[in-house]
């Protein structure tokens, strides 16, 4: 079966990730989406939160009971109905290995043999997770960054046993016509993949700063929004280093200040975030944060989710510069 073809998703576990999943996969009109969780009350908590995910201005639980209706969304009460027909079973489990290995090798006997096997994990490699599986071809990694309905990056991480029509297949699935997703294929399985080792790489450092009082989380956040966070959304990192380098690019860049770079490289901040010999950086940290952003309401993450919205369309916007002499 083509990606592009009618497929039928169960998706398992839909917490926030889950949630914002089955957003992404019912904007497509020719799926058909199947959801288990163990929660008691699953039916209510989709008529209530998932209406929130889905493209509609006015959110209410009568969309979601016409997607019921329709046989567009389905409601199961156990794992094995759930991927009985699926084409596609999608996992947002817990970030725990013991827990997927042991969900993977009951899905494997549950599900069609040629039904696609995607775990959203954040960082898991997929090879770790089909140690009990029979058959290791049909499972890799599809890592959205949240919320993916929005997002449009996902990262397929295959293991070395991954079939590559496995792979092609949710490449094509997420980058089909009209849809605003691009999707990576990332070639080797490396801890936190590629999007997150970024993330957590800056994170580090801004821990680092605010921890030798360098400045204050409030401001390293204005820091980065007023600087590398537009210029980044439009180059990406090489790109902008290629822009900046002038007429010599990147090479030139690196020959320029490639001293000072080396400088700030060797004094890079290091943080312990599991604790260890540095002690108050976490409290610091969490204090000035809370301190400047307390907690956010529902009104206030709708509203940053349609910024999001519209910083995603001006990296898809074209704009018709007049040739310059």
């Known amino acids: 079966m083509a990606a592009s073809e009618p497929q039928r998703i169960a998706l398992i576990g839909v917490g926030t990730i889950g949630m914002s999943m089955a957003a992404l996969h019912l904007a497509r009109e020719n799926t058909i989406v199947s959801v288990f969780d163990t929660r008691p009350d699953l039916e209510q908590y989709l008529l209530k939160t998932l209406p929130n995910y889905l493209s509609e201005e006015l959110p209410s639980a009568s969309s979601v009971t016409s997607l019921i209706s329709s046989g567009r969304l389905h409601i199961h009460t156990s794992l094995e109905s759930a991927c009985a027909s699926a084409t596609i079973i999608q996992e ?149 280093y290629q822009q900046g380098g002038g007429e010599g690019g990147i090479s030139a860049f690196l020959d320029k200040l490639g001293g000072t770079m080396q400088e700030v490289w060797d004094g890079l901040g290091k943080v312990d975030v599991l604790g260890g010999t540095e002690t108050g950086w976490k409290e610091k940290v969490i204090s000035q944060t809370d301190g400047a952003y307390g907690t956010f309401t529902a009104e206030m993450i709708k509203e940053k989710e349609k910024r999001l919205e519209d910083l995603v369309r001006v990296q898809e916007k074209k704009y018709d510069i007049p040739e310059l002499e």
């Open 92 to 240: 947002q489990g817990p970030e725990n290995l013991s827990f997927k290995k042991s969900l993977w090798a009951q899905v494997e006997s549950m599900a069609p043999p040629s039904a696609h096997l995607w775990t959203s994990t954040s960082g898991i490699a997929a090879s770790a997770q089909q140690s009990e599986m029979r058959d290791k071809t049909r499972l890799l990694v599809v890592h959205p960054f949240n919320p993916p309905h929005i997002m449009p990056l996902l990262e397929i991480v295959p293991s070395p046993d991954t079939a590559p029509e496995r792979v092609e297949f949710a490449r094509q699935y997420f980058s089909r016509p009209g849809s605003r997703h691009r999707p990576v294929i990332i070639k080797k399985e490396i801890p936190g993949f590629v999007g997150n080792r970024l993330a957590f790489a800056l994170l580090r450092e801004a821990c680092y700063l605010v921890q030798e009082d360098v400045v204050t989380a409030k401001d390293l956040d204005t820091i980065l929004m007023a600087s590398l966070g537009p210029r980044w959304a439009g180059n990406g990192v090489f790109e902008s």
